[in-house]
């Protein structure tokens, strides 16, 4: 029993790992609609970090990649996508957390957890690295500080691929 289980959580792994985004209908801290299975980034790799107001580790990371971030564009083209897990309640809290940090990731809202689901988070921080035809090559939760140069070695490796 133990065997069919572990089988079962490595496929779903496996089936995150390397699948198409799927369609949930967003907002962005605008108000704007977006569809994540037409999130691109001109054939360049996407991170999708997501996150909550409420999450010391997730603030952590979304501003230490904050302060490399010109640096890791320039060099790879990489694009960043904070996806907010605040519910309806909080999510008023979420632009002007992104305003007073100067962030300038494009940031949508999942405040009934849609997108979450779909890409099965279970907890945050969850990141997850997009090639440039929307497949996931990398996913990882949680975050110790300095993890997120691993990101952007995940980012380089892939680039040196194609």
Known sequence: MKKIV???VAL???????AQLPSVELKDIDGKTVNTSQLSNDGKPMIISFFATWCKPCLR???AIHEVYPDWQDETGVKLVAVSIDD???????KP??????????????TNGDFKR???VNQVPHVF???GEGKVIYNH???TDGSEQHLIEVVREHIAKK
């Open 61 to 63: 990371e979304l501003k």
């Open 6 to 8: 572990f089988l079962l």
């Open 141 to 143: 939760s949680g975050y």
């Open 129 to 131: 690295i997009v090639d």
């Open 12 to 18: 779903a792994f496996a089936a995150t790992a390397f």
């Open 97 to 110: 957390l992104v305003s007073g940090n100067g962030w300038e990731y494009e940031v949508l809202l999942d």
């Open 118 to 120: 779909a890409m099965n």
């Open 88 to 94: 309806g309640q909080n999510a008023q809290r979420v």
